[in-house]
């Protein structure tokens, strides 16, 4: 993980002042890093039948794809609003840095699912929950929670529902 931990960059008040936005563009992009990341992420799921992993945009599909791949499951994108073309079910919430709606297709997730929601940063867990709240209501069989990295200082395991199982790679 340490190779990892040095692979990610911090950037200064982006996208606003007061942020340390925690890039991963800098771990996606070289091989070895993007390498452990997809085997350690999907290590916790192999023996859960997943179906379905859903990947928060946009940093959420890259990874989220990976695991998908990784376990033999299909990929189902969470979209902000206006991007995905048939019906959806949407949420609106707050999160770190402003507010913001998340949509995911209505036919994506069916009763027999187990599904993985997976996105790259845990903050305040506004998104996450919103996105929780939209797989729950598409009634799967189990949602397992997945994040590369968790902010502790921010909680945002609170904001989460408290049945869902939670697993983040790197905590600061
Ligand atoms: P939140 O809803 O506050 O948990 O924010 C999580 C979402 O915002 C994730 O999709 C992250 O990509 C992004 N995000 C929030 N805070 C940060 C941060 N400090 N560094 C990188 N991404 C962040």
């Not at 379905?52 to 609003?81: D, N, Q």
């Not at 790259?120 to 867990?125: I, Y």
């Not at 998104?127 to 797989?135: C, N, Q, S």
Request: charged letters at 25%.
């Amino acid at each position: 993980m340490e190779y990892i931990k040095n692979k990610i960059r911090d950037v200064i008040d982006f996208p606003s002042k007061g942020i340390v936005f925690k890039d991963l563009t800098t771990a996606f992009k070289d091989p070895r890093a993007l390498h452990i990341l997809g085997w350690d992420l999907s290590q916790k799921y192999r023996d859960k039948g997943i179906t379905k992993v859903v990947g928060i945009e946009s940093r959420g599909f890259i990874c989220g794809s990976i695991l998908a791949f990784e376990l033999g499951a299909g990929f189902v994108p969470a979209r902000k609003p206006g991007k995905l073309p048939a019906e959806t079910v949407k949420a609106s919430y707050s999160k770190e840095y402003g507010k913001d709606t998340i949509e995911i297709h209505k036919d994506a997730i069916t009763p027999d699912d187990i599904v993985v929601i997976h996105d790259d940063v845990l903050a305040t867990g506004g998104t996450m929950a919103a996105v929780y709240d939209l797989v729950k209501s598409m009634n799967p069989k189990k949602i397992y929670v997945n994040f590369i990295i968790e902010l502790s200082a921010l909680d945002g395991r609170k904001a989460l529902p408290c049945d869902a199982s939670v697993e983040s790679l790197i905590v600061y």
